[in-house]
């Protein structure tokens, strides 16, 4: 049975020692939607992407992927392989290498390294680094070295990355950090590509214009609590939200 | 190192090879058809001086596999160049014993009167090779399994190792245990008929010595330009990411840290045959970081500098060793210190670098 | 028909040792007469007076009964028809009672003992030299005592112990009467004697219960057997005691020992995060330091020469801290954040360090000249032997830690290096001179190596390789007890040393080492920085 829920939180809990890093929040993403939470720092977004990744253990409360897989016992070489992918913060591509053996590495998917020896990748893991080369906009770049790229095209190589593992959810960390205008811009386009219908795309952001620009749904954290959801408009209009975080 | 130095020359990559293949080549002919006075010639003494740093440029290649190319520093790879060498040696004691009937010194030490029937396992030299190398990749897989899934890195697990080969060398060094206590096992006369005193015996040693360096490199270098190959390059940048790409990173580890032992075993075997004896003092552990020390000096990451410091190292040691046996340390530490100061690539990458400068500007 | 014999001769003589030892003066010459005069008289007299030459030499004069003992029995001893008897010995004739030379020779004959006589005075003898000032003496004797246990006069033996200092003798006496006691014949003693030897738990009192069931399982009684076998086992319990505490006393030494050089290596490995191996090198030079202030010493300042390890002590701190820095200077702080180029670049300088110690004193071993004070030890009970040297190393790196605690807690200095160990560029951007605290922590670790070595020169063999054996240690005790913990360092070198000790006895150095490994690698994967980890951030 397909429901249409990616992610379902509900009532989840998250304490370290005596901090609450978030107390009693429920969400639900569904496929082929794109969210993004909001909110100031320590409002617990990154605790969330954790819990969701298997980083972190929830205290209370649970977290499913498509309702019926409970991702607070797996492990997160699990939670990966099931098809949920995390782009962080910094970008962490492999320097050494060129792009597109970035992508292959990425596409082979922790394939048995024997077989890693003498093997060629298939016509159609060839086909999908192509395909992906062309979404992230690096086909004329593919055999350079991942290392001199600049910033803006480290992040789009890793979000590349994780788009040749085909990913049911996305998770993305902060993507527009440190870019330039023109590069926040051609990230929003590239996000507009990766939207599918079976996929959901979340996004943890504070550069508001990019939210807007590529958010269906927008959920605000506070202190680790649900402070209001909805569209861009409404959630920017909320007195509350305008209160605690949103004074632009 | 430098994040951004590719680990390897494009162009014609496995031309360095061919020198080996050369040399090996070269041996018996400086020997044997190159007549003395020649400047060409080589005596009996260079030929086996030659074959002897050949096996320890073997042992430093396989220590820049898993160093240069997946960041493991090993500290103690004297112990799987030890394991090879020690069962070689119980080989060479079976056939000396075999011609001789002579038993060793340390076996009448124990009591024993007979050869026992422990090591006559490795009385046949097929199965000694065998076996040797067998020994060396179960000791690296009991150990890497246990250091690799307990995810210990970096300086953590080059102290590890260094306890390993101490720990290895006291045991060696026992004298009650059989395995030849500390004079080691010597008295060796002759491998798979072949007298070990024959010009030709040796001469055919320090041939395969070279032959077996130029297979290890092709293999290596083929294996480091595969798509394997870049598992291990992420690996050794940031193993944490290929993990999170889903790969068993301590599986890949293990892999080539076997595969590191087995070629450092085959050095260890070559070697000993061609020395004529082999002591504890082969895993000790200042040996162990000298390994690391040829490696840094030559270039790590490049398994041609690798070789080429050891040779380097190795050449200049036999050289001072016999002008100046007191000057040698202090010549190695200045080495040493240089290239950790101001050239931390080694000599290759620097020589590397060099000319890829000169080309783009000229 | 001797032994009865003995025993009446015996018997008597501790009578007079009482009565004897109301008196406690040397006896004056005409008392000294009238007792020789008694003995020349000849018959029964003779041996009583004997019996009052041995009580008066075990009382208060013994210079003069040994005299006239060993007179007696070599043949000096001269009776005369009237006045004092005469003493010949080395041709000198000395007037007996008043132990005075005389004029000439006497005319008499002197003694000769028939062949009773010589044996009566031969165990009389023995006895009286049980009290001699000289400790050769009493060792003839006691073991002349001990052959004879059988004719013992046990309160004379008691009262000889009892005076008795060197423990050897007492040890022989106390065997010769626990013999005595045993074999005898009536019950009662036995038992006492058995339930005596027991007291006193011991490898000769094992070893003299074992024997003596063994020679007498046929003849003895159910009762002795009993009795002796259950003093074997409260003997066994005893020495499987002081076994075990001499264990942990060693193992307890050699944690002093790895503390020392622990300590600095923590420090620096986490403020650092570098890799020095040349830290055994710096205990190396601590330990030679010791070596010439101990020559320097002996040469210029004998009288104060016990004091040289003190003097070695603030001598070698500086000495090596000096050294460490200088190795800071050159090389380390060229090569801060790379920890394999650190970890190379101070391998080169402990081989050019090894060769230049090796070619200034040469290679082999350095003796020691232990001082006076650190000689020697206590028992403290069966097998539990403790020694001097090793309780000094338990205080001075008890001292050491103490004081390093000391400053790394409370003083600023230490507030510093913490800083500067657990947020490196917060504490620079506070002001805190980074690269100036690297230096002088270095030094610091240095010289806490430094003095390591000078403990090591008491207790193991100084040579220019002595530091590559103790920095494997060193580090597995970091490595277990976290970089930068002084806790960590102490309680991981507590815990280490003691496995050290308890295995090695047992099953080798080898399988020591590989337990110390296999316990640090499974610590390390639940707590990957340690014990006592500083930093808590990966």
């Not at chain 1, 590529?214 to 909805?230: F, K, P, R, T, Y």
């Not at chain 3, 058995?194 to 063994?214: C, D, G, H, K, M």
Request: charged content about 15%.
């Amino acid at each position: 049975m397909k429901t249409n829920t990616a992610i379902y939180v509900n009532g989840l809990s998250v304490s370290f020692g005596g901090f609450a890093a978030i107390t009693n929040l429920t969400l639900e993403i569904r496929y082929g939607e794109t969210r993004a939470i909001i909110g100031p720092n320590g409002a617990g977004k990154t605790t969330l992407m954790d819990v969701i990744t298997g980083k972190t253990r929830p205290t209370q409360g649970e977290v499913f992927l498509d309702k019926s897989i409970d991702l607070s016992v797996l492990d997160e070489a699990t939670i990966v392989r099931q098809g949920i992918g995390r782009k962080f913060q910094k970008p962490s591509v492999f320097d050494a290498l060129l792009v597109q053996h970035n992508l292959e590495l990425a596409v082979r998917k922790g394939q048995a390294y024997a077989a890693m020896l003498g093997s060629r990748l298939s016509g159609e893991q060839r086909a999908r680094i192509d395909d992906v080369l062309e979404t992230i906009g690096l086909a004329d770049n593919r055999g350079r070295l991942a290392g001199t790229l600049s910033h803006g095209q480290k992040q789009w190589l890793e979000i590349g990355m994780l788009l040749a593992t085909n990913p049911r959810v996305l998770l993305l960390d902060e993507p527009v950090a440190g870019m330039t205008d023109q590069e926040t811009e051609r990230t929003a386009e590239l996000i507009d590509r990766l939207v599918a219908p079976e996929r959901a795309i979340v996004v943890v952001e504070h550069d508001m214009n990019f939210v807007g620009r590529i958010a269906d749904l927008v959920s605000v954290l506070h202190e680790g609590q649900l402070l209001g959801e909805g569209s861009m408009d409404k959630v920017r209009n909320d007195p509350r939200v305008i209160q605690v975080y949103l004074g632009r | 190192m430098s994040k951004l130095a590719p680990m390897l020359p494009r162009q014609r990559p496995y031309s360095f090879a061919l020198l080996f293949v050369a040399l090996a080549a070269y041996l018996p002919l400086a020997n044997f058809l190159i007549s003395a006075e020649s400047a060409f010639h080589l005596s009996l003494f260079g030929v086996n001086l030659i074959g002897q740093i050949v096996c320890f440029a073997m042992l430093a290649l396989a220590l820049d596999f898993v160093w240069g190319l997946v960041g493991i520093l090993s500290l103690g790879h004297g112990v799987f160049f030890g394991i090879g060498g020690y069962v070689m040696g119980f080989y060479l004691l079976n056939a000396a014993y075999s011609e001789t009937k002579v038993l060793p010194d340390f076996m009448l030490f124990m009591g024993w009167h007979d050869f026992p029937a422990a090591l006559r396992i490795f009385e046949h030299l097929p199965a000694a090779l065998g076996l040797g190398i067998a020994a060396a990749v179960a000791a690296a897989g009991v150990f890497g399994l246990t250091t690799f899934r307990a995810r210990i890195n970096g300086v953590y697990f080059s102290i590890i190792t260094q306890a390993l080969t101490y720990a290895l060398m006291l045991l060696l060094f026992n004298n009650d245990l059989g395995l030849g206590g500390n004079n080691g096992l010597t008295g060796f006369t002759s491998i798979a008929g072949y007298r070990l005193a024959e010009v030709s015996t040796q001469v055919w040693l320090a041939t395969a010595s070279c032959i077996a360096l130029a297979g290890a490199y092709l293999l290596l270098r083929a294996i480091a330009d595969s798509s394997l190959g870049h598992t291990l390059v992420a690996v050794r940048d940031d193993e944490a990411r290929l993990r999170f790409l889903g790969y068993r990173t301590d599986r890949i580890k293990l892999f080539t840290w076997c595969l590191s032992a087995a070629v450092a075993a085959v050095a260890g075997m070559l070697y000993v045959p061609q020395v004529g004896i082999i002591n504890p003092t082969i895993v000790s552990p200042v040996l162990s970081v000298e390994i690391a020390v040829w490696v840094a000096i030559g270039g790590r990451g490049t398994l041609i500098g690798a070789v080429l410091g050891a040779i380097l190292v190795n050449s200049l040691k036999f050289w001072l060793s016999a002008k100046a046996p007191s000057v040698w340390p202090f010549i190695l530490a200045g080495i040493t210190l240089l290239i950790t100061l101001f050239l931390s690539n080694g000599l290759w990458s620097g020589a590397t670098l060099l000319l890829r400068a000169r080309k783009t500007s000229s | 028909m001797t032994g009865f014999w003995y025993r009446c001769v015996w018997a008597a003589v501790s009578i007079w040792i009482g009565a004897a030892a109301a008196s406690a003066a040397p006896l004056t010459p005409p008392q000294r007469l009238a007792l020789m005069q008694d003995f020349c008289a000849g018959g029964a007299a003779q041996r009583t007076a004997i019996d009052r030459l041995v009580s008066v030499g075990v009382a208060d004069d013994h210079d003069w009964s040994a005299r006239v003992m060993t007179a007696l029995r070599n043949g000096g001893f001269v009776c005369r028809q009237s006045g004092s008897p005469v003493i010949i010995g080395s041709g000198v004739a000395l007037d007996a009672s008043t132990l005075q030379p005389v004029g000439e020779a006497p005319a008499e004959l002197p003694y000769v003992p028939s062949i009773v006589m010589m044996r009566a005075l031969a165990v009389a003898s023995a006895e009286l030299d049980l009290f001699s000032p000289k400790t050769e003496t009493r060792r003839a004797a006691a073991a002349q005592v001990d052959r004879k246990f059988a004719a013992l006069n046990p309160a004379l033996v008691e009262r000889a112990l009892a005076n008795e200092h060197d423990a050897d003798i007492k040890r022989t006496l106390s065997v010769a009467l626990a013999k005595r006691g045993l074999n005898s014949e009536l019950p009662a003693e036995r038992l006492k004697a058995i339930a005596a030897v027991a007291q006193v738990p011991s490898e000769t009192s094992r070893t003299l219960l074992t024997n003596f069931l063994a020679d007498h399982k046929d003849t003895l009684d159910p009762a002795s057997v009993r009795a002796t076998q259950a003093a074997l086992r409260t003997i066994d319990e005893w020495l499987l005691i002081g076994k075990v505490c001499s264990v942990l006393f060693s193992g307890l030494s050699y944690a002093g020992i790895l503390l020392c050089a622990a300590l600095g290596l923590s420090i620096v490995f986490g403020l650092l995060g570098v890799i020095n191996l040349a830290h055994g090198e710096f205990i190396m030079i601590g330990a030679y330091t010791t070596f010439v202030v101990e020559r320097l010493m002996q040469a210029h300042l004998p009288g104060m020469f016990n004091a040289y390890i003190f003097v070695a002590i603030p001598v070698a701190f500086v000495v090596c801290a000096i050294c460490g820095m200088l190795l800071e200077v050159c090389v380390i702080r060229f090569l801060y954040r790379r920890p394999l180029e650190t970890l190379l670049a101070t391998w080169a300088v402990s081989i050019a360090l090894i060769k230049l110690v090796q070619i200034t004193f040469g290679s082999q071993n350095v003796e020691f000249i232990t001082p006076a004070f650190l000689n020697g030890g206590m028992q403290m009970f069966a097998g539990f032997f403790i020694t001097w040297n090793r309780i000094f190393a338990i205080v001075l790196a008890l001292g050491i830690f103490a004081t390093a605690y000391g400053l790394i807690r409370h003083t600023r200095f230490g507030l510093l290096i913490r800083a500067t160990t657990q947020r490196r560029d917060t504490a620079r951007s506070l002001g805190v001179p980074a690269e100036r605290i690297d230096r002088l922590a270095f030094g610091l670790g240095a010289g806490l190596a430094g003095l390591a070595g000078v403990v090591l020169t008491q207790i193991t063999s100084v040579n220019p390789s002595m530091g590559t054996s103790f920095v494997v240690d060193a580090f597995m005790v970091v490595v277990l007890g976290g970089a930068g913990s002084l806790v960590g360092t102490a309680v991981s070198s507590l815990a280490l040393g003691e496995i050290n000790q308890v295995i090695e006895p047992l099953y080798g150095a080898v399988a020591a080492k590989v337990a110390v490994l296999v316990l640090i690698v499974l610590i390390i994967q639940r707590r990957p920085q340690g014990l006592f980890a500083l930093k808590t951030r990966v």
